[in-house]
């Protein structure tokens, strides 16, 4: 049971991409959310270990020509 959720900004300003994880299944999920860094650089930002559950709204922001990648996958013994 893994997803794959991405969104790309192609306006000339910061945008938020509000999605609901109405998608998974029952129980837990760790959450990996890939970004662009902070201050304008092309480095990605990498958020992981967050746990998930169905149903839940997530906000990301995205700058200007900017994305995001986020991967939801159950937990395992050695993600836990």
């Known amino acids: 049971d893994t997803w794959f959720v991405a969104a790309l900004n192609c306006q000339a300003h910061e945008c938020q991409f509000q999605f609901s994880t109405s998608f998974l299944g029952p129980g837990p999920y760790r959450a990996e959310l890939i970004r662009d860094g902070e201050g304008g650089h092309t480095i990605a930002q990498i958020d992981a270990g967050q746990t998930i559950d169905r149903g839940q709204q997530l906000t990301v922001t995205m700058r ?5 990648v986020a991967k939801f996958s159950k937990p395992t013994r050695y993600t836990d």
């Open 64 to 68: 200007s020509g900017g994305g995001f």
